[in-house]
Every structure is written in structure tokens, then in C-alpha cells.
Nanobody, 122 residues
Framework: QVQLVESGGGLVQAGGSLRLSCAASGRTFSTYAWGWIRQPPGKEREFVAAINWSGGSTYADSVKGRGTISRDNTKNTVNLQINSLKPEDTAVYYC????????????????WGQGTQVTVSS
């Protein structure tokens, strides 16, 4: 019965900011890693950011300095904020939970949501 539901996507102008949220239900994931994967149009899915159970985080080069991932274990949620948005940030964004950040990066195991569309206009 595990479900991950993303929200916060939409149309935003380049240079603006966006905050995505993901809520999990069915079980708690306080000891798991959370992360975000995105799929640009016509491209393969790519890693964006992840955070482990103790708060350590890592980011793809494409969002370093612009992205911030956070989690709230009491609410069973994870968030992603991206500042200074670029047209190349346009993608479907998926949240994920897995046993490790490495698993999120490779999508080898864990759970994923249905995704939310982010479109950045220039």
C-alpha cells in the first residue's frame, strides 16, 4: 500500500523558483534515503538530489548551488527547491525512497511516485 505523491509542479518563468513536495503513505521511511529524479522531454531519467536518513545530501552538477533538498520525518515528506530556474530544468520530476542514496542514483530498488510536470519558460 506504499504510495508516493508529488506536488508543486507547473509553469514557471526562467530565473524564478519552484518548490516540489512529495508525501508518502502506507509506511514510514525515517531510516531510508529520499531523493528526486527527473526526465526531460525526449531524454532518459537523471538524478537530481538525494538526502539520507541523518540529513546528509548530494546534488547533481546541474542543480548544485540552486537546489535544496529537505525532509521531514514526522510528516513523511521530502521537498526540493530549485532557484534560478533554467529552461533545461523542464522535466517530469519523480520522488523516490530507497535504502541508500546510491540506490536512488541508480534506481535499482525502492519506491517511486507518479511524477509532476515542471515547465520553465524562457
Amino acid at each position: 500500500q506504499v504510495q508516493l505523491v508529488e506536488s508543486g509542479g507547473g509553469l514557471v518563468q526562467a530565473g524564478g523558483s519552484l518548490r516540489l513536495s512529495c508525501a508518502a503513505s502506507g509506511r514510514t521511511f525515517s531510516t531510508y534515503a529520499w531523493g528526486w529524479i527527473r526526465q526531460p522531454p525526449g531524454k532518459e531519467r537523471e538524478f537530481v538530489a538525494a538526502i539520507n536518513w541523518s540529513g546528509g545530501s548530494t546534488y547533481a552538477d546541474s542543480v548544485k548551488g540552486r537546489g535544496t533538498i529537505s525532509r521531514d520525518n514526522t510528516k513523511n515528506t521530502v521537498n526540493l527547491q530549485i532557484n534560478s530556474l533554467k529552461p533545461e530544468d523542464t522535466a517530469v520530476y519523480y520522488c523516490a525512497v530507497a535504502s541508500s542514496i546510491a540506490s536512488i542514483r541508480t534506481m535499482r530498488e525502492g519506491y517511486w511516485g507518479q511524477g509532476t510536470q515542471v515547465t520553465v519558460s524562457s
